[in-house]
């Protein structure tokens, strides 16, 4: 499979309303232990916006990682799943993996965000229908004690179950 890593990530930006106003391959991952593993890591520009960065799968032409950090006047950050397209919300890598740190600065930043501005993020952004994402907002939206003392866990449709 032949992948095109700027393309990919630049679809990826736009998808997103992430600035990019070129994109560059900075590095190419090779060997990793006995596997062989191609993995592309693309620098965003974003125009001064703040720093993106994203990793792309040279196996499977998808994007693993698509950060974006904004400084100055910017007050937007990409959806869990835009940051991170393969991991799954119920997955270990929001509490100990390369998604725990975005989660925590993503949530601050959604936290602090107005009604009106959250809602319009969620239309802009629905959950996605695969993995455990439906029911997501809902859940952080919770009191922190309805979060911990009352999610029952799963549904019978293999979704986040909150009262």
């Known amino acids: 499979m032949k992948v ?12 997103y309303d992430v600035p990019c106003v070129d994109a560059r391959v900075s590095s190419i991952v090779r060997f990793c232990g006995v596997l062989w593993i191609v993995e592309y890591r693309i620098e965003v520009d974003t125009g001064g916006q703040g720093p993106a960065w994203a990793s792309i799968s040279g196996r499977t032409g998808r994007v693993i990682e698509f950060v974006f950090e904004p400084q100055g006047g910017v007050q937007y950050r990409p959806p869990l799943w835009g940051a991170y397209p393969g991991c799954d919300w119920l997955s270990g890598g929001w509490r100990q ?10 949530l601050d930043w959604y936290s602090r965000l107005a009604p009106d501005k959250k809602t319009a993020y969620r239309q802009r952004y ?21 979060r911990c003392g009352e999610l ?6 293999g979704h986040l179950d909150v009262r």
Not at 4 to 15: G, K, N, Y
Not at 152 to 157: F, L, P, Q
Request: net charge negative.
């Open 126 to 146: 629905p959950e996605p229908s695969w993995g455990n994402w439906p029911g997501f907002y809902t859940w952080i939206e919770a009191p922190i004690r309805r």
């Open 97 to 106: 993996g390369n998604g725990e740190w975005y989660y925590h600065r993503w």
């Open 4 to 15: 095109d890593p700027l393309s990919l990530a630049r679809a990826h930006a736009t998808e």
């Open 152 to 157: 029952s866990g799963y549904s019978g449709d």
